[in-house]
Each structure stands twice: as structure tokens, then as C-alpha cells.
């Protein structure tokens, strides 16, 4: 396997709240390669988009990087210059956001929004900028006359899509993106869903997905992150992760969405909710609401150990690290 | 889990128990609002509804944005009166609750849970005072200790005990699955028939709905309380209701019971809803080349209204707006392809 | 009484909680001490409420009494020195904080209500009573206020600062009632007002007990907001002779000192303490403005070190 693009090293993010700091994300860990699609999935609280805007150094204040490194290509972005990353911004990695209403400007066209990020790069020439952004119009399945349109005169599908469009524009080599389906409808959601695969094989970016919704990224991403409570807690190839599930969280997340075709069975859930980030409980953060919670548990954090592919932090398989070893 | 058994309804007669009877029923129900000023167009929100609920049942109403469930449900919760057509409670037209004794009785009855954990509460009010409010005013009998012993038993029976200590709590207090419970408790607390639940569980993390889910299941089971469970979900609605009513672009599409519908679908809109539905267990299977365009509701016409995306649309389709017609026993859809008489012989 | 800021999402980025404050009177009072501003504003206001409160223990003594040489610099008898008249200015000083005290608070009192009862009823009802409401506040907006201020106070002599507060509150409602009126339709379709009408609360109900509370800290704001214009403008419309002359408050004290053109006189005293307290007074007001925003609104805060709190 190629050497990744982006390799997070270790990342803590804090923020101040009047009963002492919370940590959103806790030393989390995790490398994308190229084409590769990473899910990163998790409930609310979890801190995945909190990680997602430490990767992209989109992170508001009084949120702070505490600590870690983010290498992208080999380059620590942490350090970078605001200069530096402006150029790196966009032409080497691009982000698409959850509402497109939010990152669209409502009084500028589309082709304006476009070419104020092409020349923000350096492109000046007019024709060549509206060559390409009728490219990527093209490329999500729009067309291209609506390049002069409003996004107020676009649907929600036709918004997203517009959104992801832009992020195509200079190339980049990464594509991260938080939950830019949410908002859509469940048919809106599939058909997006299914051109951000096709787009990606085709043109060969990576992503990172960010989702509260597992199944939604079940099918389309080669490798999956699943977060709780600021850090990972399992990690490893999509389809692995779903024909057998190692965290019990993981575990209970799989158990909570009704099938349409099965047989219908009473379902669990996950009972309780997530912890307070400021008062976490001792030991595993899961343990609380775990169903095969052991007494240990409650007193050593577990580490995270391999098993076949997949990485899990669950004391359940440690044994498969011992025994190998 | 048991519930406690609940106290005696006020006021019921050997009538209202009668199950041959539907307990809430919608007979061309028709809503349209006028958007653009005074002399704008009128966008359909609602036309020509018919929708039965009986009692013990939990139907549940699947659409999308735009396919006027949301209206629907606020029809019969009396936020607006309809532009046409009727809606019964017990066989008694609203349109004849006119007093503000009668709407009061009759919201007690038919109560509302809503969509957002987040808005549906007061921030500056406690639990207890949201409960309490509610009590006073649609059960004024009750003396002070009563309201706050009911309170506290309706607060148990969504299972959020200890219901007394809950009382004194704020909502930013509480976690989203439980201020939907509250939710719930406050409709439960009037002692209603039927619940009208708006989307209660799309804003709540996946892991959470399954445990509203199973409560209405298990208050429709033990308390006899009928529920119109609203919902874009089509794979929730599979696991809680026992019959399903496919809207589209203010229209019912398809109607019948559960297993019925999303098994042996006949309307294509159904069929698409059901391609759509992502299934960790079931293996990727796309076809369709939707893009989920929103319905057109605004003075839509005669004919279809999903002729633009339909793959099977004929001429008829942009015609004449197709009826709903039986399929099977208790299965209608409302297709000229599938289910009408232009049905090409199986 | 349990007062709650108007804004309630308490999710951060991705949904993690964070415990509000709810202002209580303690809690206020721990808000206040924790925000530097704040304690600023509460520690200026307080000396002037003390000086309005009890004058006399600070600066014994009739500040309209001509008993004193005139015309004396600062000294040790007479800190900020005499009037042309014979009059004490440090004593004129702190017993005009009386007079503008109690016009800042009362006017400032009276606009907030009459914005809360226009604003919040043109948000709330919809289609005709809010159109005409609207118009009405509007045309309270346009109309310059200072010149109709000096037309008003100039055709009604006799008053003094009844007059003047009445002419505040006439001319400075219209703007807090924009802002309420703007707040309450944002709040009009949150899910607990549709919640509560299905319930069968009536509508006044609604208001009072369901909205109102929802909005402490916008009426908070626009009371210290009205209360600061209330402050500037009397002291603008003493200072020009309109009111009554002869009571004690900064603004006729600047009206008597330019009339006896004070700086040329070499009495700058006597022009600059008045101008001093109403300037800080003003800022008192703004500076706790400025901190109940902050308050109620943790996205405003400044970040600080660790934690950020006075307590451990």
C-alpha cells in the first residue's frame, strides 16, 4: 500500500467550559491513503466533526488544538503559516459541509462562488475558470446553466451537489466532508451518495466521511472509523466491520437499525447516552452502557488492539493480541 | 418494563369502546395555501386525503419533504382548519368542534408529539411545570397533589424514573431521547386515544430511536393508545406500525398493511422509497437513476404528480390523476399502470 | 425567579453538552463576578447609586446654597472648588447624581415596557395588529429625536423632569421594539409555543409565561441600552435650558456653567465634573450591556487561559 496522504497523529482538542476542560477529541490516531474512502461514523457528542475541523484547521475558538500532528503529504499543517495553508487549502484538499445554505453565498452566483475560488489560487484566465466550472457542474450531474443561477433557486440535492462540485474544482488529492447528505431526503441522500463514489473512482481523490448514520456509509467507503466519547474505538475495512462487529458499541449501532427485508425482530438499542466530556467515566468510556462489561472495565482505559485487520479498543480482544504474540 | 396500569378514562362510554368504528378518520381531506402575497399561487399542500385510524393501531404515514404528511398531521391535531373535506374523531365531524371547551377536550384527546427534542420544551420552564400546565387545563378536577401524582406516573410509564425527582429538571438538562419521553408523557398525561407523533425520533441518535420505538410499540400494546406515526423512515415504520400510508406530493399513493406494502409494493414511488433505504445487512443494489427531486405541489393540475420521475408513465398519466384502487384486500394504490384499468393482464 | 437567556442550544460542534447557566439571583451574581467588564460596570454603578442614595453623608451641606467664596479653584475646604455663584461644586456633584440617576433608571424602566408591550404584540399576532403595530413603531423610528425632543420639552415649560422622562420614553421605545419584535418572530415557530397553544393556553398566557421569559436578556439590553440614551439626552435637554433649571443635576450644572462661561473664567471644574459623572454613569450602563451580552451568549466570551473562571 502507498504511503498515506494524511496520517493524524495523536490529536487532542480542547475546549474551556465553566466545570474545567473538556477534551472533544482525545489522542485519536489515523492514516487515509490514496483513493481511499474513510468513514468516520459516530453519535452526537462523539467528536467526529470536532476532529473534521482539527484535520481541515477549521477549528474555532474558545475549541483548541491541544496537541498532535497532522500530516498531509509530510507536511505538518499544525505548523503552517495561515499563508501556507491557504495555498494547501482547496488545491490539496477541499471540504464540503453539512448545509450548503450555510457555506453557499446567497447573493452570488454559482460561477461567481467558483471563480472566487479558482482565483484565490492563482487562476486568472476567465475562460479557462469558466471552462472548468461547467467541468465540475458537469461532473455531478448539473447542468451547466445553472452556473448563473442563485442558490436560493436551487433544490437542496442541487445545492449539495453544487457544494462537492466546487470542491473538485482545483483537483485536490482529499475530499472531507461532514455529513453533506443530512439534509436531504432519503432518495436525494442515495443518488448523492452513489455519485461521490462514481466521482471518486473515476477521478481518484480520497475522502473522509463523517456520518452519525452507519448504514448510509456502509456500502460506499473501503474503511470505517467509528468514534465514541472523543476517541476510536474501532477501525478497520468496512465489510469486516459489519460482518463482525468487535467493539460492543460498534456492536449495538449495528443492532439499532430496522431491516426493511429481514425477519422483523425486536431490536435494542444501545441503552443510556453518552457521557459527559467532562466528567468521563473511569476506565473505558463505554462501560457504562456496555453489555459485556467486565470488572475491569471500570478501572483500565483499554488499548487498542489488532485483530485481523480491524483495530479494536475493547479488553474482549486483547487475548487475540496475546496469543499471536 | 410493565407499565402501571392507567387510571380510568374520564367520561367514557360503551360507545367509544366500540372497535368496528374508526377512532380518527380523514375523508377527502384537502389543504391548500396561498403563497406570493394576495394574489399568488396556491400550493397543495393536501388534496383529497382519505385515511383511516382505529383504535389499538399504529399507522404509520411515509413520505418525504413536500408530500404534505407534516400538514396532515397538524390537520387533525386542529393547528388549521381544512380547505376541504372532513376529519372525524369517533364518528363526530370537527368541524362541529367549534367552543373552546370542545377543542380543548378534543386536543386532550388527540394530543401531539414533535419532531425537534430541542424546541418542543420550554427552556425557561421545568419538567414539572410542562406537565402541570397541561393537567390544569385539560383536567381541572384534579387538586395540586393529584396533578403532581399524575405527573409523576405518566413520567414512570415512558420510563423515566424516578418521575418525581424528573419534575424539578430543566430541559437543557436532559439528553434528546429524553426529552422526547417527556414529550410523550405530556401527550399521555390527557389520557388521550390517539397520539399524533411527528417525526419523534429523525432528530435522535440512531442508537436512541429504537427505545422510543419499542415505547410506542409497547403503549400502543398495553394502554390501547392508537398512534399516527409520521415518519420519512420507511424501515422504522416497518418496525412499528401495522399499516402503512404512502404519501406523494399531498396524495396518498399507496395504502395498506405493513408487510403488505413494502413487500409486494405497487405504486413506482413505493418502489423507489424502498430502493433508497440504505441496509447495513443487505447488499447494494442501485437502479435507479432518481435524483429525488422535490415533488411539485404548487397548482400541480389534473394528472400524476409523479409522472416526471415515474419510469412506467404513460399518456393517461399526465391526464387523469389517478384514484386509489385495490391491489389486493386492504392493499390500494393509487397507479393507472399497476392498479388500473389499463393493468396489462397478468 | 429563574431567568433564562434568550438563546438556548447547549450543543457544541458535534452535540457535546455543556452545562448553562442559568442566571438565578445568585448565579447573577457569580456571572457578574466572573466577567471583568462586568464588574467593572457593577462597581461604577454602584458608587453612583450610593451617591444618590445617601448625598448627604458624602457631601454634607444644600448644593444650592450660595454661602461660599466664588470663583475659587480646587482646594482643600472646596475640592472642586466654588461656582461663580458661591456654590460648591463637589457637593452640586454628587448630589446631582440623584437627578440623573433616577431619570436614566425610570425612563429606562418605562421605554423597555412600552417597547415589550408593542414589540412582542406585533410579533406575535399575525397579519393586521402586527402591520399596524409595525407602522406605528416605524414612524417613532424616522422621526429625528432630538429636535422633536427640544420641540416637545420646549412647548411643555413648566415639569421639569417629569417632562423630560416622558419625552425619553416617547422617542426612544420604537428601536427596543423592533428588536423584540424581530426576537419574537424568531421564536413564534419554535415547537413549545405550538406545543403550548395546542395545550389551550390562551394567547396573553402564551406571552406572559411562555415568551417574555424566553427573552430576559434582550429586555435586560435594551433596558441598560434605553437608560444610557435616556442619560445623554436629559443631560443634552438640561443643558440647554429646557427642564428645570433650578434642580440639581449634572445637566443644569453644565447649563449654569456655560452660562457663566466657566473655562473662561478659569472654573473648568465646575464644566468638567458634571460632563465626567455623565459620561461615566453612560458607561457604567454600557459596560454591564456589554457583559450580560457576554453572559448570556458563551459564543461572545473571551478566551482565556485554562478553564477561564475565578473558581477552581
Request: charged share 20%.
Amino acid at each position: 500500500m502507498a504511503d498515506p496522504i494524511l496520517e493524524v497523529r495523536d490529536i487532542r482538542v480542547e475546549y474551556p467550559t465553566p466545570d474545567g476542560p473538556a477534551r472533544a477529541v482525545d489522542r485519536v490516531s489515523l492514516a487515509v491513503h490514496p483513493g481511499e474512502f474513510l468513514g468516520i461514523v459516530g453519535e452526537s457528542g462523539c467528536g467526529k466533526s470536532t476532529l473534521l475541523f482539527a484535520i481541515t484547521q477549521l477549528l474555532i475558538p474558545p475549541a483548541r488544538l491541544a496537541g498532535g500532528a497532522i500530516l498531509f503529504k509530510g507536511q505538518n499543517l499544525v505548523q503552517l503559516s495561515e499563508g501556507a495553508l491557504r495555498a494547501v487549502r482547496w488545491r490539496d484538499y477541499s471540504v464540503v459541509m453539512q448545509s450548503a445554505m450555510n457555506a453557499l453565498n446567497p447573493v452570488k452566483t454559482v460561477a461567481a462562488q467558483y471563480a472566487d475560488a479558482m482565483r484565490g489560487h492563482g487562476h486568472a484566465d476567465r475562460v479557462a475558470i469558466r471552462a472548468r466550472s461547467r467541468e465540475v457542474l458537469s461532473l455531478v450531474g448539473i447542468d451547466p446553466v445553472h452556473l448563473d443561477s442563485f442558490p436560493h433557486q436551487l433544490s437542496g440535492g442541487m445545492r449539495q451537489r453544487v457544494m462537492i462540485a466546487m470542491a473538485l474544482l482545483l483537483s485536490p488529492e482529499l475530499i472531507v466532508m461532514d455529513e453533506p447528505t443530512s439534509a436531504l431526503d432519503v432518495v436525494a441522500q442515495r443518488s448523492l451518495m452513489a455519485q461521490i463514489k462514481t466521482l471518486q473512482r473515476s477521478l481518484g481523490f480520497a475522502v473522509i466521511f463523517v456520518t452519525h448514520d452507519m448504514s448510509l456509509v456502509g456500502h460506499f467507503s473501503d474503511r470505517l472509523a467509528v468514534m465514541y466519547a472523543g476517541i476510536i474505538v474501532e477501525i478497520g475495512p468496512t465489510r469486516r466491520i459489519f460482518d463482525s462487529p468487535g467493539h460492543p458499541y460498534t456492536q449495538g449501532l449495528l443492532e439499532s437499525f430496522p431491516s426493511v427485508y429481514g425477519p422483523k425482530i425486536p431490536l435494542k438499542g444501545i441503552p443510556g447516552s453518552p457521557p459527559n466530556m467532562v466528567m468521563l467515566p473511569t476506565g473505558c468510556r463505554f462501560h457504562p452502557r456496555c453489555a459485556k462489561v467486565m470488572e475491569r472495565c471500570s478501572i483500565d482505559p483499554p488499548g487498542l488492539y489488532e485483530a485481523e485487520e480491524t483495530s479494536v479498543r475493547c479488553f474482549l480482544h486483547e487475548a487475540a493480541v496475546v496469543g499471536r504474540a | 418494563m410493565r407499565l402501571p396500569l392507567s387510571a380510568v378514562r374520564e367520561g367514557e362510554d360503551a360507545e367509544s369502546r366500540n372497535q368496528g368504528g374508526a377512532l380518527l378518520e380523514a375523508v377527502s381531506l384537502t389543504r391548500h395555501f396561498r403563497i406570493g402575497g394576495l394574489f399568488g399561487r396556491m400550493l397543495h399542500a393536501v388534496d383529497d386525503v382519505d385515511l383511516t385510524l382505529n383504535a389499538r393501531e399504529i399507522v404509520a404515514l411515509v413520505g418525504e419533504s413536500g408530500s404534505g404528511k407534516s400538514t396532515v398531521a397538524r390537520l387533525f391535531a386542529m393547528v388549521f382548519r381544512p380547505t376541504a373535506g372532513d376529519i372525524r374523531f369517533r364518528g363526530r365531524s370537527l368541524s362541529k368542534i367549534r367552543s373552546r371547551r370542545d377543542i380543548l377536550a378534543y386536543r386532550g384527546q388527540v394530543p401531539m408529539v414533535f419532531q425537534d427534542p430541542f424546541s418542543s420544551l420550554n427552556p425557561v420552564h421545568t419538567i414539572g411545570y410542562a406537565l402541570d400546565r397541561g393537567l390544569k387545563l385539560h383536567r381541572p378536577s384534579l387538586s395540586r397533589g393529584e396533578r403532581e401524582a399524575e405527573a409523576v406516573r405518566v413520567l414512570d410509564s415512558v420510563e423515566l424514573s424516578p418521575g418525581r425527582r424528573m419534575l424539578g429538571r430543566y430541559p437543557h438538562e436532559l439528553s434528546g431521547g429524553q426529552r422526547q419521553r417527556v414529550g410523550f408523557a405530556r401527550a399521555l398525561s390527557c389520557h388521550p386515544r390517539v397520539v399524533l407523533a411527528d417525526e419523534p425520533v429523525s432528530m435522535l441518535d440512531v442508537s436512541i430511536r429504537i427505545g422510543l420505538l419499542n415505547l410506542m410499540a409497547q403503549l400502543c400494546e398495553m394502554e390501547g393508545l392508537s398512534f399516527l406515526y409520521i415518519t420519512h423512515d420507511i424501515a422504522s415504520a416497518r418496525y412499528v406500525a401495522h399499516r402503512v400510508v404512502v404519501m406523494y406530493a399531498g396524495q396518498v399513493v399507496e395504502r395498506g398493511p405493513t408487510e403488505e406494502v413494502l413487500h409486494r409494493p405497487v405504486h413506482p414511488y413505493t418502489r423507489l422509497l424502498l430502493s433508497a433505504v440504505p441496509d447495513p445487512r443487505a447488499e447494494l443494489n442501485i437502479t435507479s437513476t432518481d435524483l429525488g427531486e422535490p415533488p411539485r405541489v404548487v397548482e400541480p393540475g389534473e394528472g400524476c404528480r409523479f409522472r416526471w420521475r415515474c419510469p412506467l408513465a404513460v399518456s393517461i398519466c399526465a391526464q387523469l390523476t389517478p384514484k386509489l384502487r385495490p391491489a389486493s384486500p386492504g392493499h390500494d394504490g393509487a397507479c393507472h399502470v399497476t392498479v388500473g384499468q389499463t393493468r396489462p393482464a397478468a | 425567579m429563574n431567568v433564562a437567556p434568550s438563546s438556548a442550544p447547549e450543543m457544541r460542534a458535534d452535540g457535546a453538552r455543556f452545562r448553562l447557566r442559568f442566571p438565578g439571583l445568585g448565579n447573577l451574581g457569580r456571572a457578574i463576578l466572573s466577567n471583568r467588564k462586568a464588574m467593572a460596570g457593577a462597581i461604577m454603578l454602584a458608587i453612583f447609586i450610593i451617591m444618590a442614595l445617601v448625598p448627604g453623608l458624602i457631601a454634607p451641606g444644600t448644593p444650592g446654597a450660595e454661602l461660599y467664596p466664588p470663583g475659587q479653584g480646587a482646594s482643600f475646604d472646596h475640592l472642586l472648588g466654588t461656582t461663580s455663584y458661591g456654590q460648591d461644586i463637589f457637593t452640586q456633584f454628587i448630589w446631582g447624581a440623584r437627578a440623573s440617576l433616577v431619570i436614566a433608571v425610570v425612563a429606562g424602566l418605562l421605554s423597555t415596557i412600552l417597547s415589550a408591550l408593542i414589540g412582542v404584540a406585533a410579533g406575535y399576532l399575525p397579519g393586521m395588529p402586527d402591520g399596524i403595530l409595525s407602522l406605528i413603531t416605524d414612524v417613532f423610528l424616522v422621526i429625528p429625536a432630538f429636535p422633536l425632543v427640544v420641540v416637545i420639552a420646549a412647548y411643555s415649560k413648566s415639569g421639569g423632569n417629569l417632562t423630560i422622562i416622558a419625552v425619553l420614553v416617547v422617542t426612544g421605545w420604537a428601536y427596543g421594539a423592533r428588536q423584540l419584535r424581530a426576537q419574537v418572530l424568531s421564536l413564534r415557530n419554535r415547537d413549545f409555543l405550538v406545543a403550548a397553544r395546542l395545550r389551550g393556553e390562551r394567547t396573553l398566557r402564551i406571552i406572559v409565561s411562555e415568551i417574555l421569559p424566553n427573552m430576559t436578556s434582550l429586555l435586560v439590553a435594551n433596558f441598560l441600552g434605553a437608560s444610557v440614551y435616556a442619560i445623554l439626552t436629559a443631560a443634552g435637554l438640561q443643558f440647554i435650558g429646557l427642564g428645570n433649571v433650578n434642580t440639581d443635576s449634572w445637566g443644569t450644572m453644565l447649563y449654569w456653567a456655560q452660562n457663566n462661561e466657566a473655562l473662561q473664567a478659569g472654573l473648568p471644574l465646575w464644566a468638567i465634573a458634571p460632563g465626567f459623572g455623565i459620561a461615566l454613569l453612560g458607561g457604567a450602563f454600557a459596560l454591564l450591556n456589554y457583559a450580560f451580552d457576554e453572559i448570556s451568549n458563551p459564543a461572545l466570551r473571551p478566551v482565556r487561559g485554562r478553564g477561564g473562571r475565578s473558581d477552581p
